[in-house]
């Protein structure tokens, strides 16, 4: 049985696990963007779940933003949670709780988990994305995390998009897919509709009402997507496109545009195109089974 966490800038989630997926309730803290109220949160929710846990825990799986060491587990100076830097979390959870640490970057450990439990099952190559406070990506070659020269894997969403009226990416720079697709990007749509929202969540009574901003705002998101995609299906042509975080259950207001823009701009390379999209069907889950997986491989190997 294992533990497996995914700490986020405002909360912390978790679950147990065992070595074929099945797992207990998913449990969800809020955390104060403190060093001190993160070790906190820490330490309760993996209380928790070690007492609700059926089994005896062997391993402790933490997904989060980095960048990290992933070796030492020690954050290293993380864009969205400077509180963070230099965290050994690794120690803390060993010095706490006696168990191991494994730790991933959160998108990456999504990516496993949609082709090893989610949307993906049983693919074994893919791209992932995950679509939320910011965007990230995992990309999965031959069944594994592709980490690439520094272990980090690629970084998908700092890939140039064109220039617009948004606001700086959080690496620096102007005109990021992030700052096309993350969620401030999504709530900007949707003020442009006079749908002043703060979460993207709120939109849905506006689509059971068929309101028309909210439904053209999700087709230019879709849009933008496709456009992010055609870049993608240019470099890697995975057949498996995953999609996971929080938008990602508004994926069926925008995929059907993503396609449409995919295959018009590879309209003449119908072999770049994907097989299938698909909005993953628990994204809360996606980057715990990842974990969980992770974990399994990892104690396989010892
Ligand atoms: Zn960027």
Request: aromatic fraction near 4%.
């Given at each position: 049985m294992y533990i497996c966490l995914d700490l986020g800038g405002t909360h912390l989630r978790g679950a147990w696990l065992d070595e074929q997926g099945r797992h207990g309730r998913v449990l969800v803290l809020s955390r104060k963007k403190t060093l001190e109220g993160t070790k906190e949160v820490l330490s309760e929710l993996i209380i928790k779940l070690k007492k609700s846990c059926p089994g005896q825990v062997k391993k402790i799986g933490l997904a989060t933003a980095g960048p990290f060491d992933r070796q030492k587990k020690v954050y290293l100076s993380p864009t969205n949670m400077p509180e963070l830097s230099g965290f050994k979390v690794g120690s803390f959870i060993q010095e706490q709780f006696a168990l191991d640490l494994i730790l991933e970057n959160d998108a990456q450990a999504a990516a496993l988990g949609e082709v090893w439990?989610?949307?993906?099952?049983?693919?074994?190559q893919a791209i992932v994305l995950t679509l939320g406070t910011g965007v990230g990506s995992g990309v999965i070659f031959d069944g594994r995390i592709w980490r690439a020269a520094h272990d980090t894997g690629p970084e998908l969403g700092h890939i140039y998009l064109g220039e617009g009226p948004i606001e700086r990416c959080g690496c620096g720079?102007?005109?990021?897919a992030e700052t096309w697709l993350n969620k401030k990007a999504l709530l900007d749509l949707f003020a442009r509709h006079d749908?002043?929202?703060?979460?993207?969540?709120?939109?849905w009574p506006y689509i059971r009402n068929e309101h028309t901003g909210a439904i053209k705002a999700l087709q230019e998101y879709g849009h933008r997507l496709g456009l992010f995609l055609t870049q993608l299906m240019v470099i890697f042509n995975i057949k498996a496109i995953g999609i996971s975080g929080?938008?990602?259950?508004l994926g069926s207001y925008f995929l059907s545009e993503t396609w449409t823009m995919l295959k018009l701009r590879l309209q003449k390379r119908p072999w770049l195109w994907p097989e299938k999209i698909v909005a993953s069907v628990a994204p809360q889950m996606s980057a715990l089974w990842g974990m969980a997986r992770l974990i399994a491989l990892a104690m396989r190997a010892d």
């Open positions: 439990q989610g949307g993906l099952k049983g693919e074994n720079q102007f005109g990021c749908l002043v929202l703060n979460d993207p969540k709120e939109i929080g938008i990602s259950s």
